[in-house]
């Protein structure tokens, strides 16, 4: 089906591969048999996007729905974008070659702030308006989920629908309640009304913003009558039950993450304070052993992949994550699929999970401590003490591991410069650790990688308040970082601070900041979180332009009793638990993870009054 114009343009790109289409696993149907079309877009690379299991469990929910064809689109690279433009070839989805502009949804995933440009750029490729006010008909229909909607105000402007929370039942019903205003010849302003009363659904031109003289949000309310002062998010309430694909797409470009996932629970118990989702994916729900076991064994045996990774915040939280481990390796083992256990917890590592580890995996071991001092761990609510990292990576050491990755962060609110110099003292005394080792693995070199990002306070945490660090302070602190740093076995990163300055203006920024970005996207931005790509100048110039100064947004404090942008969107979070949390970080006084105290933090109204942390506690 694909046009013989973008077939001629192939050999002429880098990875031509990522425009083919063709896919083992992908879903191709006969159009005329067809009455929606969802094109799924990820804005950025194919490898970025085929990585990702949100993409992954809704391509195959929507074409499982009679009648309805969902087909992926991803950013073109810059080789691709150039020739489509002097050809005027506009972006197309994979599976049938078609225009974008041709389908009735244009659904977007956000997973990050930098990708907005992208959004914008996609749009414009697929010769679709950017504004949403510019949109007529009944198609079009510009849709986006996922965590960055938790503020898209930034972007109220482009898109038509905002899905908060979990699409798996959510994406069904708006596309349905489409379906029938398309067979009944009804309006895109009857659509979008009929689609508001959805619960999760959140359709930003159905309301207004006002401001106060210093541009700080004065009121967000709705428009009319029918549609709800507060939008609240949707979960899915069963796991076990739930649609999980039984095939992914495999590749034929390399992905980033070129693996089966099985999926273990969602949400998180710890409540680390500088972390959105440990709170925008509460309440926590776990699949049983079974389902997990089943589907993981159903998707290998499928896609033909050789590794298989479990999926989850904090993997090691799971509750029988030593039964799961047991009955996956003998699986792994005598299938020679190596098994990947990411998002490790420092303080549950113990001796036994690295011996069931190390039968299939002999990869590196990732860990977070997060800050280099135990007052700013105890002020982040990480609940991780020196004594239990090191003897962490001392069972790692003793399991046979001699590459380790620790992630930590710079900027938390209360660091000082002595808790950024903590960060590489740690790390040169697990360095110290190993080599004091009598048992160390023989013949490896010890390889430590420090990995070191830039706090931003983003929506729904208890530091949604919090000033993100300016540029020059965050310079500072990273020469403090490295002068710290002894060991040679140790290799520290960490990233820009430029990016880190847009990134916190647009998590948590107000309709006010739809010029801006609109206004960077015309002065060449795009893949922002490519530094490659990155055009800062261009970000500077449209603040300045539209008159609006990025320091307001990114690094000014924001006292609890002002109205935030987000305030009218619902994630069951109580203001006043984050509000408590905070000044609790303040005091560096920790609070207890969910299993051992509820903290009534307000996600149980979304499953009964009850969820899963809670009834194990």
């Known amino acids: 089906m694909r046009s013989k114009q973008i077939e001629k343009i192939l050999p002429f790109v880098q990875k031509p591969a990522r425009y083919t289409g063709g896919e083992l696993g992908s879903v191709v149907k006969e159009k005329e048999q067809v009455d929606v079309r969802f094109a ?31 087909e992926r ?52 490729l697929a010769q679709v ?15 986006a989920g996922g965590p960055c909607v938790c503020n898209p105000e930034p972007i109220a402007d482009f898109a038509d629908i905002f899905c908060l929370g979990e699409g798996e039942e959510l994406l069904p019903e708006v596309i349905e309640c489409y379906r029938s205003c398309k067979q009944k010849g009804e ?18 031109s159905f309301y207004d913003v006002s401001y106060h003289e210093d541009n700080t949000v004065k009121a967000v309310v709705p428009k009319y009558d029918f549609v709800p002062a507060s939008v609240k998010k949707r979960v899915v309430a069963d796991l076990d039950t739930s649609y999980y694909p039984e095939t992914f797409i495999v590749p034929f470009v390399q992905a980033v993450h070129d693996r089966a996932t099985a999926e273990v629970f969602r949400g998180c118990i710890r409540g680390c304070r500088f972390c959105q989702a440990g709170f925008i994916y509460r309440p926590v729900r776990e699949k049983s052993c079974e389902v997990i076991r089943r589907q993981a064994n159903t998707l290998c045996e499928n896609t033909g992949y050789e590794e298989l990774s479990l999926c989850s915040l904090s993997s090691s939280d799971y509750t029988q994550i030593e039964t799961l481990l047991s009955e996956l390796i003998d699986d792994c083992e005598s299938e020679k699929i190596n098994l990947s256990l990411p998002s490790l917890r420092v303080d549950n590592f113990s001796e036994s999970l690295a011996e069931k580890l190390a039968k299939v995996r002999r990869s590196g071991l990732t860990f977070a401590p997060e800050a ?65 080792l009598p048992d160390k693995p023989k013949g490896k070199a010890l390889t430590i990688n420090v990995s070191c990002s830039s706090f931003i306070p983003k929506p729904f945490s208890p530091f949604q308040w919090e000033a993100a660090d300016t540029r020059e302070t965050l310079e500072r602190k990273k020469e403090v970082l490295l002068a710290a740093s002894h060991s040679k076995r140790v290799s520290i990163s960490y990233n820009n601070s430029t990016d880190t300055l847009i990134e916190a203006v647009l998590a948590k920024g107000s309709r006010k900041l739809c010029p801006v970005v609109l206004a960077a996207y015309r002065n060449g931005c795009k893949f922002d979180s490519w530094d490659e790509h990155f055009n800062f100048e261009g970000w500077l110039k449209a603040f300045e332009s539209c008159g609006v100064d990025p320091k307001f947004y990114a690094n000014r404090k924001i006292p609890f009793d002002e109205v935030l942008p987000w305030d009218h969107l619902d994630y069951c979070i109580r203001k006043e638990y984050l509000i408590s949390e905070n000044k609790k970080a303040h005091e560096s006084k920790t609070s207890p993870h969910c ?10 109204k979304l499953t009964g009054g009850v969820c899963h942390a809670r009834s194990k506690a």
């Not at 950025?44 to 009679?66: Q, T």
């Not at 299993?595 to 149980?604: F, M, S, T, V």
């Open 40 to 70: 799924f877009c990820f804005p950025d690379l194919y490898e970025i996007g085929m990585s990702h299991l949100g993409i992954k469990i809704l391509y195959g929910l929507i074409n499982e729905m009679d009648k309805v064809w969902c």
């Open 129 to 143: 308006p950017l504004l949403s006010k510019e949109r007529k008909g009944l198609k079009n229909i510009v849709i």
């Open 187 to 204: 309006s895109r302003e009857e659509f979008l009304k009929k689609a508001s009363q959805i619960q999760g659904v959140y359709i930003p």
């Open 372 to 436: 280099g001092t135990q007052r700013l761990r105890d002020a982040i609510n990480k609940n991780v003490t020196e004594e239990e990292l090191m003897q962490t990576c001392r069972n790692a050491f003793m399991g046979g591991w001699s590459l380790v990755k620790l992630y930590f962060m710079m900027g938390l609110p209360t660091e000082t410069e002595e808790d950024v110099a903590g960060i590489s003292i740690l790390a040169d005394k697990v360095a110290d650790l190993f080599y004091a």
């Open 595 to 604: 299993r051992q105290k509820c903290a009534a933090c307000g996600a149980d």
């Open 73 to 124: 689109c991803f950013a073109p690279d810059l080789d691709m974008e150039q020739i489509m433009r002097e050809q005027n070839i506009p972006l197309f989805a994979l599976e049938s070659g078609d225009a974008v502009k041709e389908f009735d949804f244009i659904g977007f995933t956000l997973q990050y702030e930098m990708c907005y440009t992208n959004m914008l750029n996609m749009l414009s």
